[in-house]
């Protein structure tokens, strides 16, 4: 599942070459599974939840952003 109305700003993002250049819905359904994994704390456990949250968020920024721009 995407979000669409995210898409306009990582199309923005790419034109600026500030993020990679993979398919905006594909960047989106990244979001996406980032706040569904928001939803399921008992499932991760409360003691690995804010450390799993932490990561998952590192991963993201460290393979989405060009970091030449950084």
Same mark, same amino acid.
């Not at 594909?26 to 599974?33: E, L, P, R, T």
């Given at each position: 599942?995407?979000?669409?109305?995210?898409?306009?700003?990582?199309?923005?993002?790419?034109? +600026?070459?500030?993020?990679? &250049?993979?398919?905006?819905?594909? %960047?989106?359904? =990244?979001?996406?599974? !980032? /706040?569904?994994?928001?939803?399921?704390?008992?499932?991760?456990? +409360?003691?690995?939840?804010? &450390?799993?949250?932490?990561?998952? %968020?590192?991963? =993201?920024?460290?393979? !989405? /952003?060009?970091?030449?721009?950084?």
């Amino acid at each position: 599942m995407t979000l669409p109305a995210f898409i306009p700003l990582i199309e923005r993002w790419q034109k +600026e070459g500030l993020i990679v &250049q993979k398919s905006p819905e594909v %960047i989106s359904g =990244v979001f996406h599974s !980032l /706040f569904v994994l928001t939803l399921h704390k008992k499932d991760i456990g +409360e003691s690995d939840y804010r &450390q799993t949250i932490d990561f998952f %968020i590192d991963l =993201v920024v460290d393979g !989405l /952003f060009n970091k030449e721009d950084v």
